[in-house]
């Protein structure tokens, strides 16, 4: 598809009216009577998808939407945990006050990533993000004195306002920041900058000659993907109240990046299901041995040869037909 | 005529009823685990659960505890502890297990330290060396491997009062694990007040000439190792370069079979530090274990690992049997708490209490001779 089709899709993306109303509304209703129905298992199960999805939105703006390929999400994501879990635990800040000063530290991170990123596509750009990530994840490790190094850092639960968060209360608050994160990621794609990405994606060239700063809206684009990154981090942190700098590795960044081209790269939806199935489907394939990766990598290589628009592509497809 | 059919029902029903009511009674004892099955790590985890099943395979042969099979459930986590929560998480809260039983890996049992404590399941006897899971005390969590810090206190006891050699190198990892080693080792050294040479090197180098020469330099007759049996191998190896023959030494990691086959001849004389018996032990447990591995599971090889999986069924089996076959979460921690001296003649005797969770603060001492490990102490007490 050309960036003219891309950019006109963008513009008029909203949904036609009647299915798609309902079809959301279902979904929040779903997702907010889950406590009700599900285990702690299956609530934490979901928890998990929706830390994940957060994440996604992020990434899909800087890959989907600017066509940046970073791997050093775990390491955004890993920063945003350690600085939320320190700032709560140690300096005594409210958690939800943390949550967003960690999203706002670990932004100015990834525009500092971003800086070699100007000057760099594609592998050259994966490669100097790799060695981004390790980078950080080697000082998480080593700042013995705030991250506790290889000893991990263990959590009491989060109080908002009195209240200890427990399964349920960290679940809605999930469920809150996603929904955030959703319409945050939804304005920017339909706006300037998610039109200015697409033709850097496109053409830096192109971009330049019609007047667009490539150089600053990547810039824009780390910085808001990392804040997303960080966030989900937070919560992360919390949810599983343990963590470790082994935890954020290159491998949860390629993950991270799966999760987005299986889901579909430059959808919302997308980057939603593609989290979905990244946590859910290991879940339901217990007790196969070493199915789980098996599934995933076969397919990543049906997604990438039959679906270029990933599984949200192929569910429009559908929703179209019916 | 209707009393006569209707006291031919009752009997019949009274019939099933006491067929049926002691199955109902002898309802198998469901315990979880969560290993690496998948991944990297995966010979780890699936050694641990192959112990663990054929313990209990040989267990419910013999009838049993108290009457009731017992029944073991193993999730893979990939060595991932977000997985390992929601493994965990499954088994106590949709599969109803009563406990969890040799979980795998030091991350993985540290992760799950929240959900055990609050949902109140006891983790018995993860594989895991960590100073986190009984320090401070946890009620529902036990361990029985030795820590290195414990590992290490016993080796400097053995080099200060045994071997009586006082100039000693460190060449260590330079990560967690090492460091928490070394502090173990000049805790000790510092009491009698003798220096320790400390040459730490990174995870992952694979030259070691700088601190091996750095050893050499410092006038050092023993060296003590803590890394990888792959690392050993190689310092061991660029000592022999330089023609130097230091004593070696290290923790429980470097006294596996595999050290041999790394460093071959160069080997022989090092000591570790052992935290079970060798697979290679005379004793009558060792051989015991090692043919019911042999019986129940004969596609799968003994290891270390699963030696411990298998001591970790027993162990179970032994604490439902003093619970008089309860399983709620007070008896078993009653039970466990309860154990003096208990041998299972795979390790140190093993003593619980209720302010004392890690069950073996002691290990012995291994020499490599003729390419095997052979124990040449006792079980030596750290304190």
Known sequence: ?????????????????????????????????????????????????????????????????????????????????????????????????????????TACVGAVVAVPAMRLKSLYLAIATLGFGVVLQKIIFEWRSLTNGGGGLALSPPVIGGYELRATGLYYLTLAVVTLGVWGAWNVSRGRTGRALLIIKESEIAAGA????????????????????????????????????????????????????????????????????????????????????????????????LMPKGLWGLARRIGRRA | MIGKVFGWRLALATAIAM????????????????????????????SVRDGVEVAFAEINEAGGVSGRKLQFIAEDDGYEPMRTIASARKLVEQDKVVALLAVTGTAPSAALLPFVTESKTPMLFPYAFSHSLTTPLNRDVFTTLPEVRVQMVVLANYILNTLKQTKVA???????????????????????????????????????????????????????????????????????????????????????PQTFQLAGPLAEGAIAIAVMEPLDSDKPAVKAFIAAQQKYKPNTKPTTYSMHGYQAGKLFAEIVKRAGGKTDEASIVSAIEGMQGFDTGLMAPLTFSSKQHAGALAGAIMKAQGGKWKIISDWLAAN
Not at chain 1, 2 to 17: G, H, T, V
Not at chain 1, 83 to 92: R, S, V
Not at chain 1, 288 to 296: E, M, Q, S, T, Y
């Open chain 1, 1 to 105: 598809m050309s960036a003219a089709a891309d950019i006109e899709r963008a513009q008029r993306q909203a949904l036609p009216f009647g299915t798609g109303p309902i079809l959301l509304g279902v979904c929040v209703a779903a997702a907010c009577a889950a406590p009700f129905v599900l285990n702690g298992y299956g609530l934490y199960v979901l928890n998990l998808t929706g830390v994940f999805a957060l994440v996604a939105l992020g990434l899909n703006l800087l890959t989907g939407y600017a066509g940046q390929i970073s791997l050093c999400h775990a390491a955004f994501f890993g920063v945003g945990a350690y600085a939320t879990a320190i700032l709560t635990q140690t300096a005594g800040v409210p958690y939800l006050l943390s949550l967003l000063v960690g999203g706002l530290l």
């Open chain 1, 210 to 305: 019609l007047g667009i700063p490539a150089a600053r809206y990547k810039v824009i684009a780390f910085a808001i993907s990392a804040f997303y990154a960080a966030v989900a981090g937070g919560l992360f942190a919390y949810l599983v109240r343990y963590i470790h700098p082994e935890n954020f590795s290159v491998g949860l960044s390629i993950a991270f990046l799966s999760m987005v081209v299986i889901g579909g790269l430059g959808t919302i939806g997308g980057s939603i299901v593609g989290a979905a199935f990244y946590v859910i489907v290991p879940e339901l394939l217990r007790g196969i041995k070493d199915a789980p990766g098996l599934v995933f990598g076969l397919l990543l290589v049906i997604v990438m040869v």
């Open chain 2, 19 to 46: 067929t049926v009511l002691p199955a109902v009674a002898q309802e198998p004892v469901k315990v979880g685990m969560s290993g690496p099955f998948s991944g990297g790590l995966s010979l780890l985890g699936q």
């Open chain 2, 170 to 256: 460190a060449i260590y990892q330079n990560d967690d694990f090492g460091q928490d080693a070394v502090a173990g080792l000049e805790e000790r050294f510092g009491r009698d007040k003798i220096p320790l040479v400390k040459l730490p090197f990174d995870r992952g180098t694979t030259n070691f000439s700088g601190v091996v020469a750095q050893a050499k330099a410092a006038g050092v007759e023993h060296v003590v190792f803590l890394g990888i049996p792959k690392d050993a191998a190689l310092v061991m190896r660029e000592a022999n370069n330089l023609g130097w023959k230091p004593q070696f030494s290290g923790h429980n990691a470097l006294g596996d």
